[in-house]
T-cell receptor
Framework: NAGVTQTPKFQVLKTGQSMTLQCAQD?????MSWYRQDPGMGLRLIHY???????DQGEVPNGYNVSRSTTEDFPLRLLSAAPSQTSVYFC???????????FGEGSRLTVL | GEDVEQSLFLSVREGDSSVINCTYT??????LYWYKQEPGAGLQLLTY?????DMKQDQRLTVLLNKKDKHLSLRIADTQTGDSAIYFC???????????FGKGTTLSVSS
């Protein structure tokens, strides 16, 4: 049972480059979300989706795009990377009954 | 607005009990959670409590919920060095909405 799978685990970008962080879940969860984790800031919600074709902004959406064409996949796109986007990114899917989040292992992004 | 507060650091000796505290502001919370994050890893759910419960025990873990004071605590009995990690408190206020996380408490266990 894979759960939530994120790729890549590590990435280094130059300022201005674009990239996509991939996220896939095999639990048939409707709700998926992306968080970023920075020292002293805890987890902040970037974007979330309540089902295929539906996305919405979280607390810190600027500079990021998402789409949800299938229940399984929820990619996060950085349009033009900035050093302020250096962070650890976590994708999560949410169980319906208790609302608990299942997290991926994280993607560590450095923008130079 | 919604907010979850935790102390940032806790240091204990191996074998002692650890108590990590959390306060939240939204009285409509339905579930409250404790997550553990080990270095370089993702967050793993430790336990959760439904808002109509006062206490939940799971092996070495005891969760206490005081709804009147909006206070949640996690007690780890017989703390081990393997318990060293960051512990996050989180609340869920409505069905289908994101969890609100605290900034995390770093637990350091010395032998």
């Amino acid at each position: 049972n894979a759960g939530v799978t994120q790729t890549p685990k590590f990435q280094v970008l130059k300022t201005g480059q674009s990239m996509t962080l991939q996220c896939a879940q095999d639990m048939n969860h409707e709700y998926m979300s992306w968080y970023r984790q920075d020292p002293g800031m805890g987890l902040r919600l970037i974007h979330y989706s309540v089902g295929a074709g539906i996305t919405d902004q979280g607390e810190v959406p600027n500079g990021y795009n998402v789409s949800r064409s299938t229940t399984e996949d929820f990619p996060l796109r950085l349009l033009s990377a900035a050093p302020s986007q250096t962070s650890v990114y976590f994708c999560a899917s949410q169980g319906l009954l208790t609302g608990e989040l299942f997290f991926g292992e994280g993607s560590r992004l450095t923008v130079l | 607005g919604e907010d979850v507060e935790q102390s940032l650091f806790l240091s204990v000796r191996e074998g002692d009990s650890s108590v990590i505290n959390c306060t939240y502001t939204d009285s409509s919370s339905t579930y409250l959670y404790w997550y553990k994050q080990e270095p370089g890893a993702g967050l793993q759910l430790l336990t959760y409590i439904f808002s109509n419960m006062d206490m939940k025990q799971d092996q070495r873990l005891t969760v206490l919920l005081n709804k009147k004071d909006k206070h949640l605590s996690l007690r780890i009995a017989d703390t081990q060095t393997g318990d060293s990690a960051i512990y996050f408190c989180a609340e869920k206020v409505q069905a289908g909405t994101a969890l609100i996380f605290g900034k995390g408490t770093t637990l350091s266990v010395s032998s």
